[in-house]
């Protein structure tokens, strides 16, 4: 972590949910971000399939933006920006 809090890749939070299935793993991801304020940044690892079909879009339809998915092993890494609280 540096002095924001934030760690080296400028990630606020990870959630590993791999294995869990749908629609559980965008309800976990939704309430941690809005746990989270706004602006940060949480990562999520997701399963192949409908998880990465399905958590990206259903994140983006709440208003928050998906900065990036990116295959890691078998899974995908979700980075996440907190939406501005309206």
């Known amino acids: 972590m540096n002095t924001n809090g934030r760690s080296a890749q400028g ?3 990870e959630l590993d949910l791999r294995g869990v299935i749908c ?3 965008f309800v ?4 941690k971000l809005e746990a989270m304020q ?3 940044i ?7 399939g409908d998880p990465i079909k ?7 339809n709440e208003g928050h933006t998906v900065l ?11 980075t996440i920006q907190r939406r501005a609280d309206d």
Request: net charge negative; no cysteine.
């Open 42 to 48: 949480l990562s999520v690892l997701l399963d192949a």
């Open 23 to 25: 629609p559980y793993n």
């Open 68 to 78: 990036a998915e990116e295959p890691v092993n078998q899974s995908y890494r979700v």
């Open 28 to 31: 976990k991801t939704k309430l």
């Open 11 to 13: 990630i606020d939070a």
């Open 54 to 60: 399905n958590v990206p879009q259903s994140v983006r």
């Open 38 to 40: 706004e602006g940060q």
